[in-house]
Structures are given as structure tokens and as C-alpha cells.
């Protein structure tokens, strides 16, 4: 292949990466923009265009998850928080909606679990993780011996 053609080519693909990554970020901005001004509809599209884009962006299935919480979906947010923790596994927000989903559907063990990772990587939220725990001691069935 002569030098042009290899020039050309490493121009395109140049110039096709920039495209990607300056759609990416704008579908994002949109996305979360659109979230702000609590148009989740508007903003569910744009989440879920910039996951075709960026499949690896952790933010993008969060605020997924926050707009199928606004939806009354827990199936969806469950997903959402799922694959937020599969690719960014301290992200404190996923961690808290999953223990609040478990904590609503009295997976207490679930809860547990959550928690437990939860204190190993909070940093802003772990004021919320110890409301959570508190209301479980209330709950849990205190050994009589």
C-alpha cells in the first residue's frame, strides 16, 4: 500500500474516532441535562443513545436506574444498578438504590451484603448506610436465651 493511502486512511479513522467521542459527550450532556429539567423520558434516550456509543460508561446505566426509580420500576432500576456495579463496582449511589430495593423487599441478607461493601468504598454517603442500619436492628429478631 503506497504512503498516501495509508495517510488517508489513518486520517479517516482519525477523524471517525473524534466524531465518536464528540457524539458521545453530547448525548451524555443532553442525557443528564434533560434529567435536571425532569424530562426522563427525553433523558431515557438520551442514556440509552450514549450507552450504544460508550457501553463501558457506569454513569450512563445510573442515571437509568435513577429514571426507572422516578418510573416505579424496580425491575429496570435492579438492572441498571446491576450493570453500574459490574463496571464500576464503588460506585456508592448504585450501592445505596441496590440496598434500599433489598431493604423494601426484606432481602435483609441482601442488605447485609451491600452494606458491607458499601463501608469498605463510601466516601460522601455513609451517613445513608448507617439510617440503613439502624432501621435494621429494629427489624432483625433479637436472640432470647
Request: glycine residues 0%.
Amino acid at each position: 500500500m503506497s504512503k498516501i493511502s495509508k495517510l488517508i486512511i489513518s486520517i479517516c479513522l482519525m477523524v471517525l474516532c473524534c466524531t465518536i467521542a464528540i457524539s458521545k459527550e453530547n448525548f451524555f450532556d443532553k442525557a443528564l441535562k434533560m434529567y435536571q429539567d425532569k424530562k426522563y423520558d427525553d433523558a431515557k434516550f438520551m442514556f440509552e443513545r450514549n450507552i450504544v456509543f460508550n457501553p463501558r460508561d457506569a454513569i450512563s446505566y445510573l442515571y437509568l436506574a435513577k429514571i426507572y426509580n422516578h418510573e416505579e420500576d424496580q425491575r429496570n432500576e435492579k438492572n441498571n444498578l446491576e450493570t453500574t456495579l459490574l463496571l464500576q463496582p464503588d460506585n456508592e449511589d448504585a450501592l445505596l438504590m441496590l440496598m434500599k430495593i433489598a431493604l423494601e423487599k426484606s432481602n435483609y441478607d441482601k442488605v447485609k451484603e451491600l452494606s458491607d461493601i458499601f463501608v469498605k468504598v463510601c466516601e460522601g454517603l455513609c451517613d445513608e448506610n448507617y439510617k440503613i442500619q439502624d432501621s435494621l436492628k429494629d427489624i432483625e429478631p433479637k436472640n432470647e436465651s
